[in-house]
Each structure stands twice: as C-alpha cells, then as structure tokens.
C-alpha cells in the first residue's frame, strides 16, 4: 500500500498544495505581450499573490524628450504605444498647439481623426487577435493579423511608414491623401465588414471564449471610475464616457461618435465591447470620409526645427483604443520642452486591477485577463 | 447636475484658492501643500471622480518642485490641473492613496524618478530601475551623458 503509485502521488499532491512556489509571469512568457511580468506566488495553478515586475522597457522618453527639439520628439513619442501609436502624435501635437494658442485647418483635424481611426483599427485587430491567441483560437488571431496588414500598407503609403507613423506635426499633418487613396479604404473598410463575420464565427461565437471569459475579471460600474478605467473597459462596466465625445479634439467635434456602452463588465463583455467598438469604427472612418473638406493641411508655423512654444502648460488628451493618453507638456519659453509627462492607459489596470483580480484566480487565465483589459507594457514602463 | 466652468471657478474661489482659466474644458488651479487633502477631497465631492494621473516638474532655478494632480470630472466635463509647489531640500507631501488607489504606483513612480516622499505611503520600493545608486534620474540636474560616461566608461568621440 505504502509504496503504491497513488499513494505517492497522493503524497506529492499533498505536499504540493502545501508549498507556495514563484513563477515569473513574463518577461518570457508566451502570454505575455512585450516586456513585462508578473512575479506570481501560486499554489499548485492558484495564484496566492502578484506582484508587478515592470522596468524592462524602461527607455526613459521622458528625460530623453527634455534633451530634444520639439518636433524631434515626434520621432519619438509614437514608441511609446507599439500597437496604437497615432494617439501618442496627436497628443503631444494638440499639447503643442494648446499651448501655442493656435488653431489648425479643418482638413488636418479630418486627416488626425482617420489616421487616428485607422490606427484604432488596426489595434483592435491586434488586441483581438490576442485574446483569440490567450484562449488558444490561433485561426482567429492569424486571420485578424492578415487583416491588419492591409491597413498598415494603407499606412505605408499615406506615412511612408508602416508601425511609426510620424504623421501629425504641429500645426497640421505632413501630407495630404494620394490620389486614389479613399477608394482603396473604403475597399480595406468594406473588406474588414466582411470579415466580421468570419470573426464572430471563429472567435466571438465561439462556445470556447464564452466558457473561458463569462464572469472573468469582473469590474463594477463604480469601480471602473474609482480605479480610473478609461476607454472600452470603462465603457464595458456601464459608463457612457468617451474622451471623443466629451473632450472633442481633432475633428470629433464635426462628426456624429456614437458611444457603445454594455452591461457587464466581465472579460467577455469586454471583449465583445472591442468587436462592437471595432464595427463603429469602420462607420465613423466612412462619415469622416464623406464630410472631410478640401483645404490647407497644415498651418505655417515657419521653420519647425528651430520651434519656440511659449512659455506655458497644457493637458491634452486622446482616446486611443485602450483608454485615455494623455500628454501633459510644459514649455519655458525654449526649443526644446521643459517636461513632457505621459499618462498611458495600461497603468490602473496593469497595476491595481492586477493586484485585485488575480489572486485568487488560475494561471491559465492571466493571459486571458490580461488581453481583456488591453493591457500594453510599453505605456506602463515609457 | 452638470455645472458650467464659470460656475466651478466661483466654486473654487469661495473656497479661497487660486484659479487660472487655461483652455476650454480645462482650469488650473494653486494649491498649498497643507490644503492639499482638503482641496481633492472636495473636489471628488462636487463630482471630478476621475484621477488621470499624478506628475511632477522639477523647477530647478525656483529651488522647487511642482506636483500635477490631474482630475476630470466626468459630470462636468472640465480638466482640472491642481498644482502644489513643495521645496526641493526637503520634498515631503501627504499621500493620496486613500482617495484614490491607483495613485499608489504614480507615487511610487513620483518617488523613484523624483525623489519625492509621500508620507503615509506604505510602499515607495522601486517600480522599474533596478539597483539604482544616482540621484533620481528625471531631476533636472541628473545629467545623463555624465552618468554614461561615469558608469559604463564610454568614451565620447567627436
């Protein structure tokens, strides 16, 4: 009896729940996007305590940005968001523009608000890939990756850029559309329409993801505020608030955002709340589209290299696919910012949330967790 | 009920702070370092239940630093920027976290980047540098090129 298999396997079992062990969740982990980590205290699969394990993408944008000229850091700033990087531009450049006092063409805000959308887009496709990925549905994440690829070579011929655009300067936009370029997005926007159905079919139907998500991470309507959600997560526990529709900037003011709210708050319903989010999207490009009007694309503001904003402060910020980015830039009267300070979207639930939900909860699901919240290391470490 | 910025700014005056009209949808307002709790807890109470972010500035020439706390009413629709000067010799401010939680980790970042304490903070350990021994790095007289050269030995070539 003593020496049977079971028993000792009993024994092991026995002795194991007894042992609390660390894991590193990331940097190298195949759930984890970019370089980040959790220190996990876990018995057996259970999670006992997290501890966040950020800094190995620290690259120190902030003290760098204090070093360069202001329309250098244009350069820079997209780095900060690898999946949606236009809200970084368009941020820093409103901040830039608040500051100068100045107010640009109506055709520059139409152009932001495309490219912004466009790049909103593509990182739903990216965050919804992930999720399919986090649950093992890695057609889903394949197709959506393809599908990405068509508005990044839309990118690339309207930026010269495919990840970093570098579009938005201050006073405007670099260029104008090329000739045939709206009919090749509506073409890539009709195309992605299409395509949601094979999503919802593979992913968003799917009796794996319901299984998986129904009830994970759950989030209140006044917790979503208290902790300081922003964006679809916030908009998935109820609260109708859109910095597009309450803080207008770019050319959001002009155009008719439809804000979706849900019921909910789980991981499901937030990952529906992207599906939902991303077929609105389409509609909002096609409405800018048809009311953009002809005209200046940037405002003379002389030669941008040798830029002198005044001396002053400005917030500005941007709803970008994760939430609120928001740039807060002080200027004493120099080329080059005094300070520039970033408010990423990824640090309330990165940080606190994580250290709320996961005890508690199994390690297969992290993953999961962690691409429902559309948690993006780079805006946590900056 | 929703108020207007007017009606927010004579708020705030009644209360005896300094407000500046900056943009639309956004004030910002001077605060002292003792009225700091009193000034944010009224606030959340009159509904800016939003805390963006924390941020500090080093004004260097003023011998100061300038703490940010961002707070956006989602009511009202205004951006308030609450600004406390403190001395840079002995940078002490009263904690937030009971307010609201996630300050916890702009503090703790506040700390690291600037040096500044947050007292009643029970966790102010490092969050991203590691083995840190200069002086915090986002100080407008840490000067990276120095510190470069001082700990790895690179050379500058011109």
Redesign the interface.
């Given at each position: 009896m003593m020496d049977s298999p079971s028993y000792m396997l009993s024994k092991i079992a026995e002795k194991d729940n007894l042992t609390v062990y660390e894991l590193f969740f990331g940097p190298n982990h195949p759930g984890m996007h970019g370089n980040f980590g959790y220190v996990l205290e876990m018995i057996g699969t259970e999670i006992v305590k997290v501890r966040?394990n950020?800094?190995h993408l620290?690259r120190?944008f902030?003290?760098l940005m204090e070093?360069k000229l202001w329309v250098q850091n244009i350069a820079l700033v997209p780095r900060i968001c690898v999946a949606d990087p236009d809200p970084n531009e368009v941020a820093y450049c409103t901040a830039i523009e608040?500051i100068l006092r100045v107010d640009i063409p109506d055709r520059a805000k139409f152009l932001r608000t495309i490219t912004l959308e466009m790049s909103r887009l593509s990182s739903f496709l990216m965050g919804m890939g992930a999720l399919a990925a986090a649950v093992g549905l890695y057609t889903a994440m394949n197709i959506m990756t393809a599908d990405r690829d068509l508005i990044l070579d839309l990118f690339e011929w309207l930026t010269g850029a495919r990840v970093y655009h570098m579009f938005s300067i201050p006073g405007g936009v670099r260029n104008d559309l090329a000739d045939g370029f709206v009919e090749r997005l509506y073409k890539v926007l009709d195309h992605l329409e299409k395509r949601l159905i094979e999503y919802d079919k593979l992913l968003f139907e799917n009796p794996i993801i319901h299984k998986r998500l129904k009830g994970l991470g759950y989030v209140s309507k006044e917790d979503a505020?208290?902790?300081?959600l922003?964006g679809p997560n916030l908009r998935a526990s109820g609260?109708p608030?859109d910095v597009r529709v309450?803080?207008p900037y770019a050319a959001y003011p002009y155009l008719d955002v439809r804000v979706i709210t849900q019921e909910g708050g789980d991981a499901l319903t937030r990952a529906i709340q992207i599906r939902l989010e991303f077929e609105e999207t389409i509609n909002l490009i096609r409405r800018a589209l048809k009311t953009m009007p002809e005209g200046e694309i940037r405002l003379n503001l002389g030669n941008l290299s040798a830029l002198k904003v005044p001396k002053g402060?400005?917030?500005a910020?941007v709803e970008s696919s994760k939430g609120?980015f928001?740039y807060?830039v002080?200027s004493d009267g120099g080329m080059k910012p005094?300070?520039v300070?970033v408010?990423g979207p990824s640090?309330?639930a990165g940080?606190?949330l994580a250290q709320k939900h996961l005890p508690k909860m199994k390690i297969d699901d992290v993953a999961a967790w962690m691409a429902s919240l559309a948690i993006c290391p780079p805006d946590i470490?900056k | 009920m929703k108020l207007d910025k007017e009606s927010i700014i004579e708020l705030l005056n009644q209360k005896g702070v300094e407000v500046l009209d900056l943009y639309p949808n956004q004030i910002s307002v001077n605060i002292k370092k003792d009225n700091l709790l009193n000034h944010l807890v009224f606030l959340r109470s009159i509904g800016f239940d939003h805390l963006s972010f924390i941020n500090a500035v080093d004004f260097i020439d003023e011998g100061e630093f300038e703490l940010v706390y961002h707070v956006w009413s989602y009511t009202h629709k205004i951006h308030v920027l609450n600004k406390v000067r403190i001395s840079r010799n002995n940078p002490v401010i009263p904690t937030i976290v009971n307010l609201w939680e996630q300050a916890q980790f702009y503090e703790q970042e506040i700390h690291e980047f600037f040096g500044i304490i947050f007292e009643g903070n029970k966790d102010l350990s490092p969050l991203f540098l590691e083995n840190w021994v200069d002086i915090p790095p986002l100080r407008k007289d840490f000067d990276t090129k120095e510190f470069s050269v001082r700990l790895f030995g690179a050379e500058i070539r011109r």
């Open positions: 966040p950020a800094g620290h120190g902030e003290k070093q608040k505020v208290k902790y300081g922003t609260n608030y309450d803080d402060e400005a917030y910020k609120e928001g807060y002080v005094y300070r300070a408010r640090l309330p940080l606190l470490d | -």
